[in-house]
């Protein structure tokens, strides 16, 4: 995917795809309940798209936004696409959908915009990520069935999405994580830091249930971590890494996207950069390569 094919579509902005609704006031959505729908449809017309990232729900947060939508009604109208014979799919909107179901509702406002799977599916993950509304599994996700089925590099996704490379490379680290580790992490028993940090170890997930248990920072987390990599058991006494040099490990990692470990030893040291596949060492290469 070119660069300039990426701006165009960026240019477009979700506020061309959706319009400007999240810019309305509280005092505005109250006033005007349904705002710059194109029509109202049935709601068993609608169905959820089945590659939304998204997939949990928290109930409390649907009971509560049922309970207004009782009150004040949709305020916010769902995207949806066609699909067929008066049938659409959400393009942005499922909690919004699913609230409507619990609040009893039999019609919700839409917002009708014919657009492809891949445009469809760029909406949803920048909408979710832009709202903070994706755990940073379901995230990671997200970015992945855009690169496999879209063509999309990491520095597409970190132009569409407003991240750095950094960033959406550290995100799909997380899916090398063994299921357990994942599971903790969709559940928020574990943070994007701590998961980060076991990547590399020989037993992620046991370490991961240390972490939980024993309500670990994300430094010592690390610290845990680099341990076991040096095959240290963890309840034994060994030299810990000085906080600069910690410092320096998650700064490169980060810039990187890739497992970085600095061992300072007498008269000198050694920085090892690990990486799982050929594109990341062809990427690796050609940062390296360039000049200043």
């Known amino acids: 995917m ?94 919004r959908w699913r609230a409507a179901q619990l609040a009893g509702l039999s019609e919700v406002p839409v ?42 590099t990491q520095n597409d996704l970190g132009e569409i999405i407003g991240k750095s490379r950094s960033h959406v490379a550290n995100s799909l680290r997380l899916l090398k994580l063994p299921e357990g580790v994942r599971d903790m992490l969709a559940q928020g028993d574990l943070s994007a830091g701590h998961a980060r940090a076991l990547i590399s170890t020989p037993d992620p997930e046991a370490l991961a249930r240390t972490v939980v248990e024993r309500g670990m920072s994300v430094r010592d987390a690390e610290k845990l971590a680099q341990r076991a990599i040096e095959g240290v058991r963890p309840s034994r006494p060994a030299k810990e890494k000085d906080a600069d040099t910690l410092a320096l490990e998650r700064s490169l990692s980060d810039r990187l996207g890739l497992s970085v470990t600095i061992d300072h030893k007498t008269g000198g040291g050694q920085l090892k950069i690990a990486y799982s596949t050929l594109d990341q060492l062809d990427d690796l290469c050609r940062r390296l390569d360039r000049t200043p």
């Open 2 to 95: 070119s660069e300039d094919t990426s701006k165009r579509r960026l240019g477009r902005g979700l506020a061309a795809l959706i319009g400007d609704i999240d810019k309305a006031t509280p005092e505005e959505a109250v006033a005007s309940p349904v705002m710059a729908a194109d029509r109202r449809v049935p709601i068993e017309f609608i169905s959820r798209n089945p590659r939304n990232p998204r997939r949990h729900f928290e109930e409390e947060d649907l009971r509560d936004l049922a309970a207004s939508i009782r009150q004040h009604g949709i305020v916010q109208p769902v995207v949806v696409r066609t699909i067929g014979d008066q049938r659409f799919e959400i393009i942005a909107g499922e909690r």
């Open 111 to 152: 917002l009708i915009r014919d657009v492809d799977d891949r445009t469809a599916l760029e909406i949803a993950i920048v909408e979710n990520v832009q709202r903070a509304d994706l755990n940073p599994l379901e995230e990671a996700n997200g970015y992945e069935l855009l690169m496999a089925e879209h063509g999309y």
